[in-house]
C-alpha cells in the first residue's frame, strides 16, 4: 500500500477529485488535535500488543515513530497534507513511512471512533484550562471587592435608581455566576470522561480489544456501553458550547455594567489607558472597547452553541461526515472563552473606582424609600398601607419640588407621630444597608463575610 494514498483505494478505481479533496478535507483545523490524537494511538498499540495483535517489537516502532511524529508536529517540521483528508490519515501515513509496523495501528479502530476520543481528551485539558481561568477571574474580582468595600451605590432594576448596595455586592454577583459556569464545565467533563475507543465504525470488533486497559491508559473514567452512541454522541461538546455561552452572557452582561459605570452619566469607574481606546477624530474620547469587544464576543459563543445543536438535530445514527463540522465551533468557543477570560484577569486590577462620585450618586434621597416603609410595617402599619403612604409623600415632593429627606414634619406626623423623629436617619445610605437583615444581602457585614468565603474557598482551586 502507498502511504501517501487513501487507505480505501482498494475498491475505488478513481483518484479523488481535486476540487472535493479541498472541500472536505478537515486538516487544516483538526491538526491541532495532535497530542491527543497521538496519546489515543500509542495506547491503542500498547493496547494491541497486550492482546497479541502486535508483537513487542512492532509495538516500539510504532510508539517510536508516534513520538517522532510528535515532535516533528511541536518543532513546526512535520508537512501536513491535505491531500489526506484529516489529521488520522496524516498521521498514520506518517508513521507508515516510517515503520511497516504501521500498517497494523489500525487494527479494530476506525477513524469514527477515533475521533471521538481524540475529541473527549481534547475537551477535558481544555475543560481544565477555563476551570483555572475562571478561578483566576473570580479571585481577582474578589480582591476588587475588597478594595473596594465601603464603596456604596446604587442599584438598578429596569435600568432605574431602585436601593443603595455595596459595590463589593454587585461585583460578588458576578463571582457567583462564575461559580455556576464552573459548575457547567465540570458536568462536560463528567460527560466527556468516557472511552469510547472500541466502538469501530459503529458494531465494535470482534477482536478482544481490551477497553479497560486503554481507559485506565487515557485517564477516562469509565468506558461507553453502546459502540452506536459511543461513535455518534457528541453531547460533551454541546455541553462545552453551552458552558462558554452562558458564559459569554455572563461576561457580555458584566461588560455592559463597566461600559454604564465607565460613562460619564454613571462615572463610578475610570478605564485605564491600556485597555481603552481614543477616536481618530475626537480628542475628548476614550472608549470601553475592550468590554464592548467582550459583549460582541457572546454572540459567537452563544451561535457556535446553536451551530453545532442544528448540525445534529437530524443526523440519523450513527457518525455521519457533517460531523466534521464539530471542530470549528468547539475551538472557536474555546479560543474566545480563553482570551476573554485572560484580557479580564489582566484589566481588572487596573479598574479605578471614582469613590465621591459613587457616594454622590448615593444620596439621592429616593433610594431610601423602601426603607421608610419596613419602619412603617414594623410600627404595625400593614405593608400596603406603608407603601400608598410613602407613594404620596413622593408624589407630593414631586409636586412641590423637594426632595424627600426635606418634607416638613407637621405632614410626615399625620403618618406616624414617631416619623419625624427618624426622618434624617433613613437617608444615611451606609445606616441603610447596615439595617439590612436577610441573608445574601447587602449588609457590610455579610458582603464581608462573603469575601472571606471566596477567598479561602478559592484557595485550594488556585492552588495556593
Ligand atoms: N475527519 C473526520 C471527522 O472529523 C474523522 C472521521 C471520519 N470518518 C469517516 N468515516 N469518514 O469527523
Known amino acids: ?42 495506547a491503542h498499540a500498547r493496547m494491541l500488543e497486550k492482546i497479541g495483535i ?18 516533528e508536529i511541536e518543532q513546526g517540521q512535520f508537512k501536513w497534507s491535505t491531500q489526506l483528508e484529516d489529521i488520522h490519515m496524516n498521521i498514520e501515513s506518517a508513521l507508515i513511512n516510517k515503520t511497516k509496523a504501521g500498517l497494523k495501528l489500525h487494527t479494530g479502530r476506525s477513524r469514527n471512533d477515533q475521533i471521538a476520543t481524540t475529541m473527549r481528551l481534547w475537551v477535558k ?21 475588597e478594595e473596594n468595600v465601603e464603596v456604596v451605590i446604587p442599584g438598578y ?31 462536560c467533563y463528567n460527560n466527556a470522561d468516557v ?36 461513535v455518534s454522541d457528541r453531547d460533551f461538546v454541546l455541553d462545552f458550547l453551552y458552558g462558554a455561552s452562558t458564559l459569554g452572557i455572563h461576561l457580555s452582561r458584566f461588560a455592559e455594567d463597566m461600559v454604564l459605570w465607565s460613562s460619564s452619566e454613571w462615572g463610578f469607574l475610570e478605564l485605564p ?27 459567537r459563543l452563544i451561535s457556535n452553541l446553536n451551530r453545532l445543536s442544528i448540525l445534529l438535530k437530524s443526523l440519523p445514527l450513527t457518525y455521519n461526515r457533517d460531523m466534521q ?36 450618586q448615593s444620596e439621592d434621597s429616593l433610594l431610601f424609600a423602601t426603607d421608610i416603609v419596613d419602619w412603617l410595617v414594623q410600627k404595625r402599619i400593614p405593608f400596603r398601607e406603608a407603601h400608598h403612604k410613602v407613594g404620596e409623600l413622593i408624589g ?25 423623629k427618624q426622618w434624617k436617619s433613613f437617608f444615611d445610605p451606609h445606616k441603610s444597608l447596615e439595617r439590612k437583615k436577610t441573608m445574601g444581602s447587602p449588609n457590610p457585614d455579610l458582603v464581608r463575610k462573603r469575601i472571606l468565603f471566596w477567598k479561602e474557598s478559592l484557595k485550594s482551586s488556585l492552588g495556593s
Not at 170 to 181: G, K, S
Not at 273 to 281: C, R, T
Open 125 to 145: 485539558e481544555e475543560v481544565q484550562k477555563i476551570l483555572s481561568l475562571l478561578s483566576r477571574l473570580q479571585a481577582v474580582l474578589v480582591q476588587w471587592a
Open 157 to 187: 432594576t429596569h435600568l432605574q435608581k431602585a436601593q443603595v448596595v455595596l459595590l463589593a455586592h454587585q461585583i460578588l454577583a458576578y463571582v457567583e455566576m462564575l461559580e455556576r459556569d464552573k459548575e457547567k464545565f465540570k458536568e
Open 325 to 360: 463540522e464539530d471542530k470549528e465551533p468547539l475551538f472557536d468557543s474555546a479560543d474566545t472563552v480563553e482570551r476573554c477570560l485572560e484580557m479580564l484577569i489582566a484589566m481588572i486590577p487596573k479598574l479605578k473606582i471614582k469613590k465621591s462620585l459613587c457616594l454622590k
Open 54 to 71: 502486535i508483537d513487542q517489537k512492532e509495538s516500539e516502532e510504532i510508539q517510536r515513530g508516534l513520538t517522532e511524529i510528535l515532535e
Open 1 to 42: 500500500m502507498n502511504a501517501n494514498k487513501a487507505p480505501w483505494g482498494g475498491r475505488f478505481h478513481e483518484k479523488p477529485s481535486s476540487l472535493f479533496l479541498q472541500f472536505s478535507q478537515s486538516v487544516s483545523f483538526d491538526w491541532r488535535l495532535y497530542k491527543q490524537d497521538i496519546k489515543g494511538s500509542i
Open 195 to 230: 472511552l469510547v475507543l472500541g466502538s469501530g465504525a459503529l458494531a465494535g470488533s470482534s477482536i478482544e480489544l481490551d477497553r479497560e486497559y486503554v481507559a485506565n491508559l487515557l485517564g477516562f473514567s469509565r468506558i461507553s456501553q453502546n459502540s452506536m452512541d459511543g
Open 396 to 420: 407630593y415632593c414631586q409636586k412641590n419640588s423637594l426632595s424627600l429627606d426635606a418634607v416638613p414634619s407637621s405632614v410626615l406626623d399625620a403618618i406616624h407621630p414617631e416619623l419625624s
Open 273 to 299: 489607558d491600556a485597555f481603552s481606546s481614543g477616536s481618530s477624530l475626537m480628542p475628548n474620547k476614550k472608549n470601553p472597547d475592550c468590554f464592548e469587544l467582550l459583549r460582541g464576543k457572546s454572540a
